[in-house]
């Protein structure tokens, strides 16, 4: 039983989960500029982690028969059989059902808009058939985060909501375009679309890094229009580093610290994003006061 639970665990790669729930919580506490409900808190936390287990889930279920052929990804447990199909999809349709729910006991706006995410997550792993801007579609998905906790916590979309959605679409899309540096031959020969494959892989660097760019910018529009101070501009300086450092990282003859680039950097991206939120809140006003 331990044992299989690690393959669904490595399935849906758990431990990325690191990249969306920091974001989440920041947006919790971006709306809210207070401490927030613990109850709420812990179902937006529930809300993160099912959506993103439904995604990975559907992702490897749909994506069977490409991976399969894929060098990079024949070794996957979805690939080798060691989790099968129909456990693949079961893990889907739970995780939704559960999500939903976690929709449901924020409140009922939320709930009647879950099913536009869970639509969404399905969407993204078959988009890699039929366009080739795909990425954008996990960004959308990214974008929805804060709006999600916006309307879970104040029944409305707050402005800064939206700013901190349009800068984690842009973050999320620019780093899955990198990622998907590492297929770039295996798309083009078996037709499979991405902005790697339809652009090649310098256009692709520039586009993920317009992206990027447009991350920063955003990230300061959220810290304007929420209202927070100077702890927190500090801090989207340091991550503006971090972003600089992961496209330092990759270059057009040189793709073998796309790893350490996606997995290390994004990382500390969006965890230095919430020390330096949650510091600002409850530190600036001491500092203001000394």
């Not at 982690?49 to 991976?67: C, E, K, Q, W």
């Not at 590492?182 to 586009?207: H, L, M, T, W």
């Not at 317009?210 to 500090?234: D, E």
């Not at 996606?262 to 994003?273: A, K, L, P, Q, R």
């Amino acid at each position: 039983m331990i044992n299989k639970i690690k393959t669904y665990l490595e399935l849906i790669k758990f431990s990325h989960t690191i990249f969306a729930i920091p974001f989440g919580i920041s947006s919790v506490f971006i709306v809210e500029k207070s401490i927030p409900s613990l109850e709420k808190l812990f179902w937006i936390l529930l809300a993160l982690i099912f959506a993103r287990t439904a995604g990975m889930a559907f992702n490897r279920y749909i994506d069977v028969p490409i991976d399969k052929m894929n060098p990079r990804t024949k070794n996957w447990p979805s690939v080798k059989g060691e989790v099968k199909p129909w456990e693949m999809m079961v893990i889907g349709l739970i995780s939704s059902i559960l999500f939903m729910y976690t929709a449901y006991k924020l409140n009922m706006l939320a709930f009647w808009l879950s099913p536009i995410v869970v639509l969404l997550l399905l969407i993204y792993p078959a988009g890699k058939r039929f366009t080739q801007y795909v990425h954008l579609i996990l960004g959308m998905v990214y974008f929805l985060i804060p709006v999600a906790v916006s309307i879970a916590l104040k029944g409305y979309v707050e402005l800064s909501a939206v700013m901190l959605g349009l800068a984690m679409a842009f973050w999320v899309s620019g780093f899955d375009i990198l990622y998907a540096l590492q297929d770039y031959e295996f798309d083009r020969a078996f037709g499979i679309y991405s902005i790697p494959a339809k652009y090649g892989v310098k256009n692709a660097i520039i586009i993920a890094r317009l992206f990027h760019f447009s991350t920063f910018i955003f990230i300061v529009l959220t810290g304007i229009t929420s209202g927070l101070g100077l702890i927190y501009f500090v801090g989207v300086f340091i991550l503006s580093g971090f972003l600089i450092y992961e496209h330092l990282l990759i270059k057009e003859n040189d793709l073998s610290k796309i790893n350490k680039a996606f997995f290390t950097v994004n990382g500390f991206v969006s965890i230095i994003y919430m020390f330096f939120v949650i510091a600002d809140l409850y530190l600036g006003g001491l500092l203001w006061k000394m």
